[in-house]
């Protein structure tokens, strides 16, 4: 269990503190292999007190898998992290996950969930609001695509496709059920008359997305996503 | 590993850490023999007689210094880095461990014991060798008895004073506000001659003076006397059993805040 508040001793290094806790436990994993888990290696013997935000935060993960866990929980383990050290904790995470662990972390944010579950499920007002894998929650994978792009000068589109256009700023902008046919049609027709179609984007909704459509009637701090790796 | 196995394994951890941590270290250990030096060198050559004995007031400091280093080193220390562990969630971190509690505290106290005999030792010495002070070979059972008690009793109010203390930063008022004044007149750092009468009651009450008078009378046994003092070893133990009853009940493994 690794919570959101720190809770080594200051004074003891990376090293003594992986030691004290393994000790707890009747089947500990070793300190040299929980430093090289979490990128702390080079820290051995620097004490707790002088290590960063970040590296206190992974120090933090590797006690909790001092006693070689089969199931770990991870309280919002980023937060507060600049965008590199984010990166580098998600890294850890994934080769803990490679390892066989299961891994449960709560986060508040949806690149983090993306990223790195297999299953998320989204939590409002003390319920579960909806769960599955990240690429297909809540109906992901089957709701509308969106196709953006600048049009260009002169040449006008043809007629069908022209009909279900909206304008965004500067960009025009598509949904369909059916963006393969669609995108086929559009830039076959972008070849044969030159045309550019400068910024094309073709996305559908993000886990951001779904999370706000999906918690917008409930309080907005009570709600938090709870993922699984595994 | 064994129950015994654990404590004192997590007593050697214990240990690094404190003398890594420059507060700890200079208040619980040095602060003790900056007294006993300034006490001794100021007010050393006067006389004084204590339980019929004429002594020298720097031999009345090293009882003297030797039970406010089983004070600081018990009571305070334990005290201070009790509410410190427990602020920063490292209490609450080992008690989701599979480390009894128990053992936990049970270090701790143990190393604050091993601690408060190391100062008493080097204030012995000390005065030995300064001094001329000596240990009469027949209190040195209750030398060991008396130690064993007040370290037991202080360390077991130390615990328990973590209940009333709200967090780290409350932790050095109240902590020395509860110890210092008692220090005062205890006969502890002022030798007690003719105190008021209510000077008196409050001293009887309060364990400091108990536990200085059972060390004069360990250094400085009555005539035929072995050191032992039952009444003051009496109260130090109902007061170490209150601390230990009000630490059980109350102690918090959580930040108060």
């Known amino acids: ?230 | 590993m064994s129950s015994m196995g654990l404590v004192l394994r997590q007593v050697r951890f214990t240990n690094k850490a404190f003398w890594r941590n420059p507060a700890a270290a200079f208040f619980t250990f040095a602060f003790p023999l900056l007294f006993l030096v300034i006490f001794t060198t100021l007010f050393g050559s006067a006389g004084i007689t204590i339980n019929g004995n004429d002594v020298s007031v720097a031999t009345f400091y090293i009882t003297g210094i030797a039970a406010f280093s089983v004070i600081t080193a018990c009571y305070t220390n334990i005290a201070m880095s009790l509410t410190f562990a427990r602020d920063l969630g490292v209490l609450k971190r080992v008690k989701g461990t599979p480390l009894p509690g128990w053992a936990y505290l049970a270090a701790r106290m143990i190393h604050a014991v091993v601690i408060a005999i190391l100062l008493v030792v080097i204030c012995l010495v000390f005065g030995m060798l300064l001094y001329d002070a000596a240990l009469p070979a027949a209190s040195i059972p209750a030398f060991i008895v008396t130690l064993a008690v007040g370290a037991a009793c202080f360390s077991a109010l130390g615990m328990a004073v973590t209940t009333i203390v709200p967090n780290a930063d409350a932790a050095p008022a109240i902590v020395n506000a509860t110890i210092l004044p008692l220090l005062f007149v205890s006969d502890v750092f002022i030798p007690l001659q003719d105190p008021p009468a209510w000077l008196d009651v409050v001293g009887k009450i309060f364990p400091v003076r108990h536990f200085s008078e059972a060390m004069q009378q360990v250094f400085f046994p009555p005539a035929g006397s072995s050191g032992f003092a039952a009444t003051h070893l009496a109260v130090l133990a109902a007061w170490g059993a209150l601390g230990l009853l009000v630490a059980v009940r109350r102690f918090s493994w959580e930040p108060r805040r």
């Open chain 1, 1 to 230: 269990m690794v919570l959101q508040s720190t809770g080594m001793d200051p004074y003891l290094t990376v090293a003594e503190t992986l030691e004290l806790f393994g000790g707890y436990y009747p089947s500990p994993r070793s300190p040299e292999e929980i430093m090289e888990l979490v990128g702390l290696t080079e820290k051995a013997d620097v004490r707790v007190t002088k290590l960063s935000g970040g590296q206190q935060r992974r120090l933090d993960v590797g006690v909790g898998l001092a006693g070689d866990p089969d199931l770990l929980f991870l309280d919002e383990p980023t937060t507060g992290f600049d965008p590199g050290a984010r990166r580098s904790a998600w890294d850890m995470i994934k080769n803990l996950a490679a390892t066989g662990k299961t891994i449960f972390l709560t986060t508040h944010f949806m690149d983090e969930a993306q990223y790195l579950a297999d299953r998320v499920a989204i939590i409002a007002g003390g319920r579960i609001i909806a769960e599955g894998p990240p690429e297909t929650l809540a109906g992901r994978d089957s709701a509308t695509t969106i196709i953006r792009f600048k049009p260009g000068d002169g040449v006008a589109l043809p007629g069908p496709v022209m009909a279900t256009a909206r304008e965004a700023g500067e960009l025009l902008e598509f949904t369909t059920a059916n963006p393969v046919h669609f995108l086929h049609e559009l830039t076959g027709w972008a070849l044969a008359h030159k045309v550019a179609l400068e910024g094309l984007e073709v996305s559908r909704p993000s886990l951001e997305d779904v999370y706000l459509e999906l918690t917008r009637a409930g309080d907005p701090d009570e709600t938090e996503i709870e993922e699984e790796v595994s």
